[in-house]
């Protein structure tokens, strides 16, 4: 495995990050507000309190305290094992560029049309889908479903690096569990 590789998977590590903290300070209808707060402690113990990203970043980059040619060469050849090296990399990587392309283009649209009024009734246990009602926000409404259901696809498309990246890496396991509880609320 190349240097480049293990540069790519950190810079992958990064974007999710960015785009965890982008999804929960979003001030639109993509998550529950009143799931907010506690997914922004739980991203800020699993980044602050845990370092899971610093440790992360350190092992694949071998900047550890612990980093040897050893350890490097271990690392190399677990993630050859799962399968995140050369090519399979790669089309990961381009699955996860796709559909954040597409992701972050039906974003912008939700923005540029502003955030509907009030809560959506959707979101409500007692919402009759047989008998959905007048909603004036309607367009504004799709369109964030819209870039909610494509951001949890990116979520989603996260995952196929992350469950092979913690068979070699266990401490990416609670980035994973923090990004598939954003990942339920966005599917709702």
């Known amino acids: 495995m190349s240097e480049s590789d293990r540069v790519k998977l950190e810079a992958l590590i990064l974007d999710l990050k960015s785009r965890m903290h982008s999804v929960i300070d979003e001030r639109g209808p993509l998550i529950q507000a009143a799931l907010r707060a506690n997914f922004k402690a739980a991203l800020e113990e699993v980044e602050k309190d845990r370092h899971a990203?610093?440790?992360v970043r350190d092992i694949l980059l071998a900047?550890?305290?612990?980093?040897?040619d050893e350890r490097v060469q271990q690392l190399d050849a677990g993630l050859e094992r799962v399968g995140l090296t050369g090519r399979e990399l790669e089309s990961k990587i381009a699955l996860v560029h796709n559909l954040a392309e597409r992701a972050d283009g039906a974003l912008t649209i939700a923005g540029e049309?502003?955030?509907p009024d009030g809560p959506d009734p959707e979101d409500s246990s007692e919402f009759d889908t047989t008998n959905p009602g007048d909603d004036p926000?309607?367009?504004k409404r799709t369109r964030w479903r819209r870039a909610r259901k494509l951001i949890g696809k990116l979520f989603?498309?996260?995952d196929v690096v992350l469950e092979s990246l913690v068979k070699v890496i266990p401490v990416v396991d609670p980035i994973s569990e923090i990004k598939k509880a954003l990942e339920c609320d966005l599917s709702r």
């Open 137 to 139: 926000e309607q367009e």
């Open 63 to 68: 900047t550890g305290e612990e980093s040897s």
């Open 156 to 158: 989603e498309a996260f």
């Open 53 to 55: 990203f610093d440790e």
């Open 113 to 115: 049309h502003g955030i």
